[in-house]
């Protein structure tokens, strides 16, 4: 079944509204419309010479320049001045020769608008003001003193026309300033989602990252444990070693799941805004959880936490994951049974943090996963989401340290 839409045609008013804010250079069929406008203006001077001023009735070489006067009219929308030349040509021997002075006027009026409406008002007063001194000048060279008062009556409708064609230039150019702050806007709305859009990926991933990387390093640890349980003494299995270590990577798989399930709604959520999807986020009141599972994975972990009021949300998310990531990688690559210091903190308007090792390993808590991964990128990027910095690099000692310094204020505000 195939559904056929009938267009809707504007209404009156709205069509009289687009012509006048639309330029009229930029008009649709402007050629013809301009033709047929031509033609009924030259019948109108057909009838006013005909019917008006029964004294004054064009000749055969009046009637030719009545007719004639009319037809640069068809081309006035491209050459608006050189058409009103072009009138004032032909009109001037017509009133030369003392025909019906008002015949010639709609044409003449007609012809001015458009160079108001198209030209800059300076060039469009200056036009009239040559026009009104030349129409002056031949009215007293060679027409009768007497019709004068008619004279300053037609050109009270002139001066009319002149401001009334720069009223509607301006109200135009004002129309299109409109139009282009309203485009100029829903490009940068557009701009702004697309930014929104590309933020929301880039947290995905770090979350995906981090939760991952986490998780798949402490089931790696707990296995181990496992296996080397039962290759140690397959004659004496230590069963109650070897389920402890099965229900961590279970206590593990599952509280990823969780983790996972809420990073991933925002990708199937479809009606609901991004922010609403996600969830609650993580925060400090976790960083135990993520203490206790580096102690199963076979970390010494001493945790240090001195923070009055709960941080804001991004604040307290960002902190998670730096400590979450750098527990992953001091599990990973500092050696057996690693010394590992946690410290969270607020000082002087932040959240300072700091996870140290002992570094047995080769690389420590801030190595990026498998060399050349994304764990140090990853915090540095959660540091600067929420304003503050962060430092990894070797301790002088021996091992590696991560420090972060979060904002609790001014940053955010900013941001927000």
Same mark, same amino acid.
């Given at each position: 079944?195939?559904? *056929?839409?009938?267009?809707?045609?504007?209404?009156?008013?709205?069509?009289?509204?687009?012509?006048?804010?639309?330029?009229?250079?930029?008009?649709? !069929?402007?050629?013809?419309?301009?033709?047929?406008?031509?033609?009924?203006?030259?019948?109108?001077?057909?009838?006013?010479?005909?019917?008006?001023?029964?004294?004054?009735?064009? +000749?055969?070489?009046?009637?030719?320049?009545?007719?004639?006067?009319?037809?640069?009219?068809?081309?006035?929308?491209?050459?608006? /001045?050189?058409?009103?030349?072009?009138?004032?040509?032909?009109?001037?021997?017509?009133?030369? /020769?003392?025909?019906?002075?008002?015949?010639?006027?709609?044409? &003449?009026?007609?012809?001015?608008?458009?160079?108001?409406?198209?030209?800059?008002?300076?060039? &469009?007063?200056?036009?009239?003001?040559?026009?009104?001194?030349? &129409?002056?000048?031949?009215? #007293?060279? #060679?027409? +009768?003193?007497?019709?004068?008062?008619?004279?300053?009556?037609?050109?009270?409708?002139? /001066?009319?026309?002149?401001?009334?064609?720069?009223?509607?230039?301006?109200?135009?150019?004002?129309?299109?300033?409109?139009?282009?702050?309203?485009?100029?806007?829903?490009?940068?709305?557009?701009?702004?989602?697309?930014?929104?859009?590309?933020?929301?990926?880039?947290?995905?991933?770090?979350? /995906?990252?981090?939760?991952?990387?986490?998780?798949?390093?402490?089931?790696?640890?707990?296995? &181990?444990?496992?296996? !080397?349980?039962?290759?140690? +003494?397959?004659?004496?299995?230590?069963?109650? *070693?070897?389920?402890?270590?099965?229900?961590?990577?279970?206590? *593990?798989?599952?509280?990823?799941?969780?983790?996972?399930?809420? *990073?991933?709604?925002?990708?199937?959520?479809?009606?609901?805004?991004?922010?609403?999807?996600?969830?609650?986020?993580?925060?400090?009141?976790?960083?135990?959880?993520?203490?206790?599972?580096?102690?199963?994975?076979?970390?010494?972990?001493?945790?240090?936490?001195?923070?009055?009021?709960?941080?804001?949300?991004?604040?307290?998310?960002?902190?998670?994951?730096?400590?979450?990531?750098?527990?992953?990688?001091?599990?990973? !690559?500092?050696?057996?049974?690693?010394?590992?210091?946690?410290?969270?903190?607020?000082?002087?308007?932040?959240?300072?943090?700091?996870?140290?090792?002992?570094?047995?390993?080769?690389?420590?808590?801030?190595?990026?996963?498998?060399?050349?991964?994304?764990?140090?990128?990853?915090?540095?990027?959660?540091?600067?989401?929420?304003?503050?910095?962060?430092?990894?690099?070797?301790?002088?000692?021996?091992?590696?340290?991560?420090?972060?310094?979060?904002?609790?204020?001014?940053?955010?505000?900013?941001?927000?």
């Amino acid at each position: 079944m195939h559904l *056929t839409t009938t267009p809707v045609r504007p209404r009156l008013g709205e069509r009289v509204t687009a012509t006048l804010t639309r330029d009229p250079r930029t008009a649709p !069929h402007a050629t013809r419309n301009d033709a047929v406008l031509a033609a009924v203006l030259a019948a109108l001077a057909a009838v006013l010479a005909a019917f008006t001023d029964t004294l004054r009735h064009p +000749d055969a070489l009046g009637w030719t320049l009545l007719i004639a006067a009319h037809v640069p009219l068809v081309w006035r929308r491209r050459r608006p /001045l050189l058409v009103l030349a072009a009138v004032v040509v032909l009109v001037i021997p017509y009133h030369a /020769l003392d025909n019906n002075h008002g015949a010639p006027v709609p044409a &003449s009026l007609v012809a001015l608008y458009t160079v108001t409406v198209t030209q800059r008002p300076a060039r &469009s007063i200056l036009v009239g003001a040559a026009g009104l001194a030349l &129409s002056v000048t031949v009215m #007293f060279t #060679f027409g +009768d003193h007497k019709q004068v008062p008619d004279l300053v009556r037609t050109y009270g409708w002139v /001066l009319a026309v002149l401001f009334i064609g720069i009223d509607v230039r301006y109200y135009r150019q004002y129309v299109a300033s409109l139009v282009e702050r309203a485009e100029r806007a829903e490009r940068t709305r557009e701009e702004e989602a697309r930014r929104r859009v590309a933020e929301e990926r880039l947290r995905i991933a770090r979350d /995906l990252h981090d939760l991952l990387a986490h998780t798949i390093t402490l089931i790696g640890v707990q296995t &181990s444990v496992a296996a !080397h349980v039962l290759a140690a +003494d397959p004659e004496r299995l230590d069963r109650e *070693t070897i389920a402890k270590a099965l229900n961590d990577i279970a206590d *593990t798989c599952r509280t990823a799941r969780g983790e996972l399930r809420t *990073t991933l709604e925002v990708l199937r959520e479809q009606g609901a805004a991004a922010g609403e999807a996600r969830g609650p986020l993580p925060g400090l009141d976790g960083v135990p959880d993520l203490v206790e599972a580096a102690r199963l994975a076979g970390a010494r972990v001493l945790e240090t936490v001195r923070v009055g009021e709960a941080p804001p949300p991004a604040v307290g998310a960002a902190a998670y994951r730096i400590v979450q990531e750098a527990l992953t990688n001091a599990v990973r !690559h500092a050696g057996a049974e690693p010394v590992v210091r946690v410290e969270v903190y607020e000082e002087q308007g932040a959240l300072r943090l700091a996870v140290t090792d002992d570094g047995a390993g080769d690389t420590g808590a801030g190595s990026s996963s498998d060399g050349g991964g994304f764990g140090l990128v990853g915090m540095r990027e959660r540091a600067r989401s929420v304003g503050g910095t962060l430092d990894a690099g070797p301790r002088a000692g021996g091992g590696f340290e991560v420090t972060a310094v979060l904002p609790l204020r001014g940053a955010l505000e900013g941001a927000g």
